[in-house]
């Protein structure tokens, strides 16, 4: 779409919010427009629907008789609170017509084959793979359309949009089609049999498959997916993994399917039914990183392929940050991967050489992984940080200044606000360390022994008291939310769970607390001053580039999980002499070294 159509749309959308019928009167806009000595309102339209203002709104504004304009135009008019209940996000045209033309570049029957999208929105890629069908076969295109374009989609209002858009496309070739012709049904895609629902199978299965969280579904409907789907039969899972699920046992044996999807599942912990499903029938993955497809909405995505062949290798790219991704795809390369180096424990997606360093920096002579805790979890952290003003600790609630005790202040830092070691802030600790364990302190004693900070406190009950949606605190009302963090002391190594390059800060205060991330803490094995220079090398960066997943703006995931496996090799008293002596430059590449990387 150009962007003289963009800025038309962006004005004649705010014009039309509040209109009805607005598939009828782009139907008649375009009959009038393409057919203007044959137009006959009355025989192709009810005239009675027809509000002429709408029209005149078109034609003031020239309103291109484009099928992504108005696929687009369609999409902003559905409701916003209806596209987050049914996880529908608009795909641009550039994505739909990627995903068509990859899956059918060797099909050699392109006038035989039968495509589908079960969640076919307002009919993009079904427009796509007429486009592309038509160029190749030169068919008509109310021909395709009756014989091979098949769309499923549980929103009435979407249906009844594709086939309009796919009766102006014909318009726009000299043919006409009746409804009966067009293979658009408005039913549940997750509960109909697709095969009997037009009596074939399917070659090609292409879409965007919703992407909703069981959070947002009503009891029965998270019963249904989790009785009748086995990746979504337990835990945490998104809707689209029984798009998959389901499209896999439509398709033909032959049959490709492709989609565009979150590429979260390729990390997290939840997905893993997912991943076990279709390791069989993944043959090709897209992973567009940090690219954000459907901006504004954060969206991270992956295009996968698959089918029914069993093949053994995998055809793998990734997308670099890039502000053209059309481009990008266009220009796009792909490694041959063996699937069974690729679908470990966790998926990695390396080249041998990538894979052989990775397997030299997880086999190293000390491995930390028991070292590393997650901060203190207060579930409020407002109401426990408090104000320092050199003399005293004190809180001001309602223009009242409430003196917090100091025997219940701690150092804390708060993980993606603190820049340096100086940057700590204070938080009450209500607890007491006994044989180095957090004890709650009692609410007798608190009023007794510490009255204002209970005074305080109890200014803020009602807070407290709404934590984890109301659910009885079983230690206390002001005790903090979890107990994760509270009996891990001494000198550690602080780090986010997001950063562009290892970041990790070293806190020599043992008393110390930390949120919202995680520390390696001092041991027995290794200094945590070397520790510090290692994790902040190259090796690290290394690392996680390669096992970890990314996000907007270049920054990856640092969470345990990515890097418990991480080892450090054994180090005499003169290699440590030279790291904490060295730069970084100096100590990356005595490193590599170290390691025996090839990099």
Same mark, same amino acid.
């Given at each position: 779409?150009?962007?003289?159509?963009?800025?038309?749309?962006?004005?004649?959308?705010?014009?039309?919010?509040?209109?009805? =019928?607005?598939?009828?009167? @782009?139907?008649?806009?375009?009959?009038?427009?393409?057919?203007?000595?044959?137009?006959?309102?009355?025989?192709?339209?009810?005239?009675?629907?027809?509000? $002429?203002?709408?029209?005149? @709104?078109?034609?003031?504004?020239?309103?291109?008789? /484009?099928?992504?304009?108005?696929?687009?135009?369609?999409?902003?008019?559905?409701?916003?609170?209806?596209?987050?209940?049914?996880?529908?996000?608009?795909?641009?045209?550039?994505? +739909?017509?990627?995903?068509?033309?990859?899956?059918?570049?060797?099909?050699?029957? #392109?006038?035989?084959?039968?495509?589908?999208?079960?969640?076919?929105?307002?009919?993009?890629?079904?427009?796509?793979?007429?486009?592309?069908?038509? $160029?190749?076969?030169?068919?008509?295109?109310?021909?395709?359309?009756?014989?091979?374009?098949?769309?499923?989609?549980?929103?009435?209002?979407?249906?009844?949009?594709?086939?309009?858009?796919?009766?102006?496309?014909?318009?726009?070739?000299?043919?006409?089609?009746?409804?009966?012709?067009?293979?658009?049904?408005?039913?549940?895609?997750?509960?109909?049999?697709?095969?009997?629902?037009?009596?074939?199978?399917?070659?090609?299965?292409?879409?965007?498959?919703?992407?909703?969280?069981?959070?947002?579904?009503?009891?029965?409907?998270?019963?249904?997916?989790?009785?009748?789907?086995?990746?979504?039969?337990?835990?945490?899972?998104?809707?689209?993994? *029984?798009?998959?699920?389901?499209?896999?046992?439509?398709?033909?044996?032959?049959?490709?399917?492709?989609?565009?999807?979150? =590429?979260?599942?390729?990390?997290?912990? *939840? *997905?893993?039914?997912?991943?076990?499903?279709?390791?069989?029938?993944?043959?090709?993955?897209?992973?567009?990183?940090? =690219?954000?497809?459907?901006?504004?909405?954060?969206? %991270?995505? *992956?295009?996968?392929?698959?089918?029914?062949?069993?093949?053994?290798?995998?055809?793998?790219?990734?997308?670099?940050?890039?502000?053209?991704?059309?481009?990008?795809?266009?220009?796009?390369?792909?490694?041959?991967?063996?699937?069974?180096?690729?679908?470990?424990?966790?998926?990695?997606?390396?080249?041998?050489?990538?894979?052989?360093?990775?397997?030299?920096? $997880?086999?190293?002579?000390?491995?930390?992984?028991?070292?590393?805790? +997650?901060?203190?979890?207060?579930?409020?952290?407002?109401?426990?940080?408090?104000?320092?003003?050199?003399?005293?600790?004190?809180?001001?609630?309602?223009?009242?200044?409430?003196?917090?005790?100091?025997?219940? @202040?701690?150092?804390?830092?708060?993980?993606?606000?603190?820049?340096?070691?100086?940057?700590?802030?204070?938080?009450?600790?209500?607890?007491?360390?006994?044989?180095?364990? +957090?004890?709650?302190?009692?609410?007798?004693?608190?009023?007794?022994?510490?009255?204002?900070?209970?005074?305080?406190?109890?200014?803020?009950?009602?807070?407290?008291?709404?934590?984890?949606?109301?659910?009885?605190?079983?230690?206390?009302?002001?005790? %903090?939310?979890?107990?994760?963090?509270?009996?891990? %002391?001494?000198?550690? #190594?602080?780090?986010?769970?997001?950063?562009?390059?290892?970041?990790?800060?070293?806190?020599?205060?043992?008393?110390?607390?930390?949120?919202?991330?995680?520390?390696?803490?001092?041991?027995?094995?290794?200094?945590?001053?070397?520790?510090?220079?290692?994790?902040?090398?190259?090796?690290?960066?290394?690392?996680?580039?390669?096992?970890?997943?990314?996000? $907007?703006?270049?920054?990856? /995931?640092?969470?345990?999980? %990515?890097?418990?496996?991480?080892?450090?090799?054994?180090?005499?008293?003169?290699?440590?002499?030279?790291?904490?002596?060295?730069?970084?430059?100096?100590?990356?590449?005595?490193?590599?070294?170290?390691?025996?990387?090839?990099?």
């Amino acid at each position: 779409m150009t962007q003289a159509h963009k800025e038309t749309l962006n004005t004649i959308y705010p014009l039309l919010i509040d209109k009805s =019928n607005i598939e009828e009167h @782009i139907m008649h806009y375009a009959l009038d427009t393409i057919r203007p000595q044959q137009f006959d309102k009355h025989q192709k339209i009810n005239s009675s629907n027809i509000d $002429e203002s709408i029209i005149n @709104i078109f034609k003031k504004h020239n309103l291109p008789l /484009c099928l992504e304009t108005f696929n687009v135009l369609f999409e902003k008019l559905l409701e916003q609170s209806y596209k987050n209940e049914n996880g529908i996000v608009f795909t641009p045209k550039y994505i +739909a017509d990627f995903i068509c033309k990859d899956i059918l570049k060797n099909e050699v029957n #392109l006038d035989s084959i039968k495509i589908i999208d079960p969640a076919c929105g307002c009919g993009i890629f079904l427009i796509s793979a007429i486009e592309l069908i038509k $160029e190749k076969t030169h068919r008509s295109i109310k021909d395709i359309v009756k014989n091979q374009i098949f769309g499923l989609d549980i929103s009435s209002i979407n249906t009844e949009r594709v086939k309009i858009l796919l009766k102006i496309m014909c318009l726009m070739y000299g043919e006409t089609i009746k409804d009966d012709d067009i293979n658009i049904q408005c039913v549940d895609s997750l509960k109909e049999n697709w095969n009997m629902l037009f009596n074939i199978s399917f070659d090609y299965i292409v879409g965007n498959p919703p992407y909703v969280n069981p959070h947002t579904l009503n009891k029965k409907q998270v019963d249904f997916l989790k009785n009748n789907f086995q990746t979504t039969s337990k835990g945490v899972f998104n809707i689209f993994y *029984a798009f998959i699920e389901q499209s896999i046992k439509f398709l033909d044996k032959n049959g490709k399917i492709s989609f565009i999807v979150p =590429n979260n599942f390729l990390t997290i912990s *939840a *997905a893993k039914p997912l991943r076990d499903f279709i390791e069989p029938y993944l043959t090709k993955l897209i992973d567009l990183q940090d =690219n954000m497809v459907f901006k504004p909405i954060r969206t %991270y995505n *992956a295009i996968i392929t698959l089918d029914k062949t069993n093949t053994k290798s995998l055809e793998y790219a990734n997308l670099s940050k890039t502000n053209n991704i059309k481009q990008a795809l266009q220009n796009i390369h792909f490694q041959a991967l063996d699937k069974q180096n690729v679908f470990l424990e966790k998926w990695r997606f390396l080249d041998t050489k990538t894979e052989s360093n990775i397997a030299k920096i $997880e086999s190293q002579f000390f491995n930390f992984a028991t070292f590393i805790n +997650a901060g203190i979890a207060t579930l409020r952290d407002e109401v426990y940080r408090v104000e320092y003003d050199g003399k005293q600790y004190y809180k001001d609630v309602n223009g009242k200044r409430y003196t917090i005790d100091t025997e219940l @202040i701690k150092p804390i830092y708060k993980i993606p606000e603190f820049k340096n070691t100086g940057q700590c802030g204070y938080f009450i600790f209500p607890y007491a360390i006994i044989k180095d364990n +957090a004890v709650i302190i009692d609410e007798v004693r608190m009023q007794k022994d510490f009255t204002q900070t209970y005074n305080y406190l109890l200014t803020r009950k009602d807070e407290l008291d709404s934590r984890d949606k109301g659910k009885i605190n079983a230690v206390s009302w002001y005790a %903090y939310g979890r107990t994760q963090g509270l009996n891990r %002391y001494g000198k550690k #190594l602080l780090f986010g769970t997001f950063s562009s390059k290892p970041n990790f800060t070293l806190i020599q205060d043992k008393k110390a607390l930390f949120c919202n991330g995680y520390a390696v803490f001092e041991n027995p094995i290794m200094e945590i001053e070397i520790l510090e220079k290692v994790f902040n090398s190259c090796i690290m960066d290394y690392y996680i580039k390669n096992t970890s997943y990314q996000i $907007e703006g270049g920054y990856f /995931c640092y969470q345990k999980k %990515y890097i418990e496996k991480f080892s450090v090799p054994f180090l005499d008293s003169g290699e440590k002499e030279f790291l904490l002596k060295s730069n970084n430059k100096q100590i990356d590449s005595f490193l590599i070294d170290k390691y025996g990387l090839d990099l």
